[in-house]
């Protein structure tokens, strides 16, 4: 199966993006894979497979590789003789803003590409954590209480301490504070407004249990992954999450009932259904005596959430099978023509 890993982009998650694809080559050999690196210029390269490591980015030996464009249904590189058209399914692992805000995904829409991701209605309910509590809410999906502040509109916080502030529209815990008294909270908003002009504050429950699960739909069928239970000490931050990210492993199986196990498969697939379609997703949920709450949905999760899947291979060939695909309105100027007809033109 050929597969176009898409990966960097312009954001604060770019450089988790691509150690995402790096891990990712390790995990699909049995794929046809080509790797389109995004640059923070927006300019696409074609990265030679054996220059899949870290220092060919830092040290921007990518920009010496060849460029491409994109025409309808492929990235192309051009040449003195013609061109070079890539056309298998794209795999959008870029992560946060481009890839998860719904800027890729348009981009891909808008030049008939296949592709794995988010489209752009469920990048904008996943993206922004304010629109992910109004889904939420929709879908009858519990969520904790929340309050959310501006940089430009002052405003005192209700929630009892302590409480986590948060970007609102940044994931891998960039930005995120943990404010036990108010001493503390000017601090935390101005860490979180150098990411974002808006903060989402929550109440921060110490010792709360978490449950990490992933899934994706293929042929009318929803297909779960593990759930896992993260190791952690007060939450976890972005070196815990990723210092050790690069995991392709998989992890242990929580140790729960099932009837958990099913409540959380319940409201994960109450997010998904009529939204998610075509991508593989990641929810971690709280469960607060015996009640799930949803924390938050990683359209992009990291490396893929590889790690919570015993055969991740086949999930994503599943996956690439069960494609959604923008339809495009077709074009016949008939009314153009009816004009010209009565004016006798």
């Known amino acids: 199966m050929k597969l176009t890993i898409l990966f960097g982009g312009a954001s604060y998650e770019h450089e988790i993006s691509i150690v995402s694809a790096i891990t990712l080559k390790g995990k699909l050999l049995g794929f046809d894979l080509s790797f389109v690196f995004c640059d923070q210029d927006h300019t696409f390269y074609l990265i030679d497979s054996s220059k899949m490591k870290a220092v060919t980015f830092s040290k921007g030996e990518h920009k010496k590789m060849p460029k491409l464009t994109l025409v309808n249904g492929a990235f192309v590189q051009k040449n003195l003789f013609g061109a070079t058209h890539y056309s298998g399914t794209v795999l959008n692992l870029i992560h946060g803003g481009d890839g998860e805000d719904g800027t890729i995904a348009a981009?891909?829409?808008?030049?008939s590409l296949k592709y794995i991701g988010p489209r752009v209605n469920a990048c904008v309910f996943s993206y922004d954590k304010r629109y992910t509590k109004y889904l939420c809410k929709a879908k009858d999906v519990k969520t904790l209480n929340y309050e959310t502040l501006s940089r430009n509109e002052h405003q005192n916080i209700t929630l009892a301490y302590p409480i986590i502030v948060k970007p609102s529209c940044l994931g891998s815990s960039i930005g995120v504070s943990i404010?036990?008294?108010?001493?503390?909270?000017?601090?935390?908003?101005?860490?979180?407004?150098?990411?974002?002009?808006?903060?989402?504050?929550?109440?921060?429950?110490?010792g709360v249990k978490e449950y990490n699960l992933a899934g994706f739909?293929?042929?009318?069928?929803?297909?779960?992954?593990?759930?896992?239970?993260?190791?952690?000490?007060?939450?976890?931050?972005f070196e815990k999450k990723y210092m050790?990210?690069?995991?392709?492993?998989?992890?242990?199986?929580?140790?729960?009932?099932?009837?958990?196990?099913?409540?959380?498969?319940?409201?994960?697939?109450?997010?998904?259904?009529?939204l998610f379609e075509g991508a593989l997703i990641r929810c971690d949920f709280f469960v607060i005596n015996d009640e799930v709450y949803l924390n938050e949905i990683n359209p992009i999760p990291g490396s893929m959430a590889n790690y919570l899947f015993e055969d991740f291979g086949a999930c994503i060939e599943d996956l690439s099978k069960s494609l959604p695909h923008a339809k495009r309105a077709k074009v016949s100027y008939e009314y153009i023509h009816s004009i010209s007809s009565a004016k006798g033109k």
Request: hydrophobic share 45%.
């Open 107 to 111: 981009l891909l829409d808008f030049y």
């Open 179 to 206: 404010v036990k008294e108010e001493s503390e909270l000017d601090y935390a908003l101005d860490t979180a407004f150098e990411f974002d002009s808006s903060v989402l504050v929550e109440p921060f429950i110490n």
């Open 217 to 237: 739909m293929a042929e009318g069928k929803m297909h779960f992954s593990i759930v896992e239970e993260p190791q952690k000490n007060e939450f976890l931050d």
């Open 244 to 274: 050790d990210f690069a995991r392709s492993e998989q992890v242990l199986k929580a140790e729960i009932d099932d009837a958990l196990v099913i409540k959380l498969k319940a409201n994960f697939e109450k997010i998904y259904r009529g």
